[in-house]
């Protein structure tokens, strides 16, 4: 799987690792136990600052996508990510509030809401049937 | 309408407050032209920094959903917000893509997460049925 970053995104670089790498457990392109990049060897593969790449790593670690090994390295956690409880699903849908918020305000209908999302669902539907 | 902020929440407070008045916005509680209270007495009202209203005031003029007038003080966008174009819709789905992994990786299923994203959906036009 491949890292790619976008400079000149809003979004801040740590938060893009962190987020690529949940895209590709998603996708299943990451699988439990395998193997990451150390955070040497990534910030120096994509010409980043080392406390970047620890900041994704150790909020990833945090939350249950990875182990780091003091021996063995990064892997993705073996036994997969705590699922999501009630609690999870009140935050989920407290994030998405705003978003459609202002989808609706930039007078996207319902319907095109609707779609675009279920866009995002099946393109990694659409990664599952592959495999 | 009222701004409720939860200062436990990981998100920023100038990020609450441009998420609530774009919620109001979609939800059609807060109107073209409908006056705001200025950075100064919603600082002392909800008891923050007045630079904290200010970065968000800042940010909502930015994106067109309000007018700061130097008189007549700060009111939502007369002319309503731009609307989305085929690259707001690209940076939507680009939002959604993390949110939607993040689930899958909690084992929430195709279903529920769209059905979660149905009931956030709902929540505002039963807002609109009223109206």
Redesign the interface.
């Known amino acids: 799987m491949l890292i790619s970053l976008d400079f000149e995104s809003k979004d801040a670089i740590y938060s893009q690792i962190?987020?690529q790498i949940?895209?590709g457990?998603?996708?299943r392109e990451l699988r439990p136990n395998d193997p990451l990049p150390s955070v040497r060897s990534l910030a120096s593969d994509i010409g980043i600052n080392l406390h970047t790449v620890n900041k994704a790593y150790q909020h990833l670690k945090q939350e249950g996508?990875i182990l780091i090994h003091r021996q063995k390295g990064v892997v993705i956690h073996p036994e997969?990510?705590?699922?999501?409880d009630s609690e999870?699903?009140e935050t989920?849908?407290q994030?998405?509030?705003?978003?459609?918020?202002?989808?609706?305000?930039?007078?996207?209908s319902?319907e095109s809401?609707?779609a675009?999302?279920?866009?995002?669902?099946d393109?990694?539907?659409e990664g599952e049937d592959e495999k």
């Open positions: 962190i987020q949940i895209i457990i998603a996708k996508y997969g990510v705590p699922k999501a999870y699903k989920l849908k994030t998405l509030r705003p978003i459609v918020a202002e989808g609706l305000c930039k007078d996207l319902y809401i609707a675009l999302y279920q866009e995002v669902l393109e990694f539907r």
